[in-house]
């Protein structure tokens, strides 16, 4: 029962008309021109993990605080998130008075960011880092602080003050239907200001729940990155339904997506309580595939080493930050082995390169093989593909496209492979079991997990 068969000839129809077709659709929006995050924003964010906690006299470690920040800010630099990429340091809800000042302003609690905003965000800075901040479209932030309506100008002046870069803007106690003219009128006032803030909408994600159709240029006009669907939860299976989200409403999502405007699966939870090692590699690559923000949301104090390791990949960050930030779709969905496929650079003529990541959603408790022809998954260009195993490791060297390889993919677990597409001058290289990336002769290699095997 564990072993799949080779997929069958009508599969393989549908494989090769996604990957060949539809990858190609060019988004003919004219998206938001604030020259900001050309590649998926990255850095950490407070909410998945520390909530609404404003109890710093019982728990004043982890509660929504001045403190917190610049400890994670710090912690961000010490250990090595930031060499790879991880930049903003993003406030979410509760950090406000329940009160706006006596002159109208936003303010935030006095006992919990007791030096002010401005303060915080001087010291994130410091660090050679950016500071991003949270508000809402409505009366009230979700969690009951006040909103941003009727002072929008005010509070995108209050942000540049503070020199913030990074604007989430939630949709709780809001009228779906006034976001079409609320959050690009907010925008507006953003861009006003002068300062250069990314901004990030729910604007989408409360209209689909109302049962509008969002109007996807104009939050492509508007916005840099958006939410579509529901806030992450510490569990796997929260990640499986952002994860079928998002394969089931590909055609209409995967388009939106591009430099300066992304789609938003939601923070990254790798490293907490929900996910085991195995789903926590899977979130990690299939964010890569759906060029999505990678918004860490995890106490980086207690972290374990293997979890931090897989936040700092740097072959998967590179997937998800490649700059021709076309999103990856599911190309294959059957008996639980799902393929997904990713275009990426470099280029060779017509030719992308690409990011193929084999997801085993069974639960039966032995490793799946998936057996597949690169052709099969649209890599058909006739000078192979350098093809990569981004976990482990392993580089497979030069495969053509007739080249069946058997996947061999753990229980909720994931294979992310990389697929460097070849000049087809070069000489195609006869396959090499031993063969690595690393220098000629690495005896580690010898030891790393094979996932892949080539079988024909
Ligand atoms: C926001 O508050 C104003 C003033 O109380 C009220 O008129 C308006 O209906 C409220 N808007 C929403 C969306 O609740
Ligand atoms: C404001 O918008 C204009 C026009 O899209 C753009 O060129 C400019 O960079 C924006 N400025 C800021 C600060 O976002
Ligand atoms: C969607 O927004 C675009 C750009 O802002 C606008 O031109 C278009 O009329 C809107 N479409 C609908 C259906 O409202």
Same mark, same amino acid.
């Given at each position: 029962m564990s072993r799949l068969q080779p997929?069958?000839?009508?599969?393989?129809?549908?494989?090769?008309?996604?990957?060949?077709?539809?990858?190609?659709?060019?988004?003919l929006a004219k998206a938001l021109d604030n020259g900001l995050v050309r590649t998926p924003p990255m850095g950490w964010l407070a909410w998945e993990r520390f909530r609404c906690n404003t109890d710093c006299k019982n728990d004043p470690d982890n509660c929504i605080s001045d403190r917190l920040f610049r400890t994670m800010a710090d912690l961000v630099v010490s250990e090595g998130y930031a060499a790879v990429g991880y930049e903003y340091i993003n406030i979410d809800d509760c950090w406000l008075d329940k009160e706006r000042s006596y002159t109208g302003q936003l303010q935030p609690d006095p006992v919990r960011f007791p030096y002010g905003i401005k303060d915080l965000s001087n010291y994130i800075h410091s660090k050679?880092?950016?500071f991003g901040i949270y508000e809402d479209y409505g009366n009230y932030t979700?969690?009951?602080?006040?909103?941003?309506?009727? %002072? +929008? @100008?005010?509070?995108a002046l209050t942000f540049a003050s503070w020199d913030v870069d990074y604007?989430?803007?939630d949709g709780c106690y809001s009228l779906p239907r006034d976001m079409d003219i609320g959050y690009p009128e907010f925008g507006y006032f953003l861009n006003r200001t002068g300062r250069p803030m990314v901004y990030s909408c729910s604007w989408p994600v409360y209209q689909i729940y109302a049962g509008i159709q969002p109007n996807f240029s104009s939050i492509i006009e508007n916005c840099n990155l958006w939410r579509n669907f529901d806030d992450?939860?510490?569990?796997?299976? %929260? +990640? @499986?339904?952002?994860?079928?989200?998002y394969g089931n409403n590909q055609d209409s999502i995967v388009p939106n997506a591009g430099p300066g405007h992304w789609n938003?699966?939601?923070?990254?939870?790798?490293?907490?309580?929900?996910?085991?090692?195995?789903?926590?590699?899977?979130?990690?690559?299939m964010w890569a595939i759906l060029a999505a923000p990678?918004?860490?949301?995890?106490?980086?104090?207690?972290?374990?080493p293997e979890y931090k390791a897989i936040l700092q990949n740097r072959k998967i960050i590179a997937v998800d930050q490649d700059p021709l930030g076309i999103q990856g779709r599911r190309i294959y969905k059957h008996k639980g082995i799902e393929i997904w496929a990713r275009p990426i650079s470099p280029l060779y003529q017509?030719?992308?390169?690409?990011?193929?990541?084999?997801?085993?959603?069974?639960?039966?408790?032995?490793?799946?093989?998936?057996?597949v022809t690169l052709h099969e998954m649209g890599l058909v260009a006739s000078g192979g593909y350098r093809i990569e195993d981004l976990y482990e490791d392993v580089d497979y060297g030069i495969l053509t496209p007739q080249t069946k390889i058997k996947v061999k993919v753990n229980p909720s677990g994931v294979v992310i492979l990389r697929a460097n597409v070849q000049p087809s001058y070069a000489p195609t290289t006869p396959y090499d079991p031993f063969r690595t990336g690393f220098p000629a002769v690495n005896r580690n290699s010898f030891k790393k997990k094979r996932s892949i095997e080539i079988i024909s």
């Amino acid at each position: 029962m564990s072993r799949l068969q080779p997929l069958n000839s009508a599969r393989r129809k549908d494989i090769m008309i996604h990957s060949l077709l539809v990858f190609l659709l060019p988004v003919l929006a004219k998206a938001l021109d604030n020259g900001l995050v050309r590649t998926p924003p990255m850095g950490w964010l407070a909410w998945e993990r520390f909530r609404c906690n404003t109890d710093c006299k019982n728990d004043p470690d982890n509660c929504i605080s001045d403190r917190l920040f610049r400890t994670m800010a710090d912690l961000v630099v010490s250990e090595g998130y930031a060499a790879v990429g991880y930049e903003y340091i993003n406030i979410d809800d509760c950090w406000l008075d329940k009160e706006r000042s006596y002159t109208g302003q936003l303010q935030p609690d006095p006992v919990r960011f007791p030096y002010g905003i401005k303060d915080l965000s001087n010291y994130i800075h410091s660090k050679g880092l950016k500071f991003g901040i949270y508000e809402d479209y409505g009366n009230y932030t979700c969690a009951g602080y006040p909103g941003i309506l009727g %002072s +929008l @100008e005010l509070d995108a002046l209050t942000f540049a003050s503070w020199d913030v870069d990074y604007v989430k803007v939630d949709g709780c106690y809001s009228l779906p239907r006034d976001m079409d003219i609320g959050y690009p009128e907010f925008g507006y006032f953003l861009n006003r200001t002068g300062r250069p803030m990314v901004y990030s909408c729910s604007w989408p994600v409360y209209q689909i729940y109302a049962g509008i159709q969002p109007n996807f240029s104009s939050i492509i006009e508007n916005c840099n990155l958006w939410r579509n669907f529901d806030d992450i939860q510490d569990s796997w299976s %929260s +990640l @499986e339904s952002i994860i079928d989200y998002y394969g089931n409403n590909q055609d209409s999502i995967v388009p939106n997506a591009g430099p300066g405007h992304w789609n938003d699966p939601d923070m990254l939870i790798v490293g907490n309580f929900g996910l085991s090692y195995e789903q926590s590699k899977t979130q990690m690559a299939m964010w890569a595939i759906l060029a999505a923000p990678l918004l860490m949301s995890v106490d980086l104090r207690s972290i374990r080493p293997e979890y931090k390791a897989i936040l700092q990949n740097r072959k998967i960050i590179a997937v998800d930050q490649d700059p021709l930030g076309i999103q990856g779709r599911r190309i294959y969905k059957h008996k639980g082995i799902e393929i997904w496929a990713r275009p990426i650079s470099p280029l060779y003529q017509n030719y992308f390169s690409y990011a193929i990541a084999f997801l085993n959603r069974r639960t039966d408790g032995t490793p799946s093989d998936v057996a597949v022809t690169l052709h099969e998954m649209g890599l058909v260009a006739s000078g192979g593909y350098r093809i990569e195993d981004l976990y482990e490791d392993v580089d497979y060297g030069i495969l053509t496209p007739q080249t069946k390889i058997k996947v061999k993919v753990n229980p909720s677990g994931v294979v992310i492979l990389r697929a460097n597409v070849q000049p087809s001058y070069a000489p195609t290289t006869p396959y090499d079991p031993f063969r690595t990336g690393f220098p000629a002769v690495n005896r580690n290699s010898f030891k790393k997990k094979r996932s892949i095997e080539i079988i024909s």
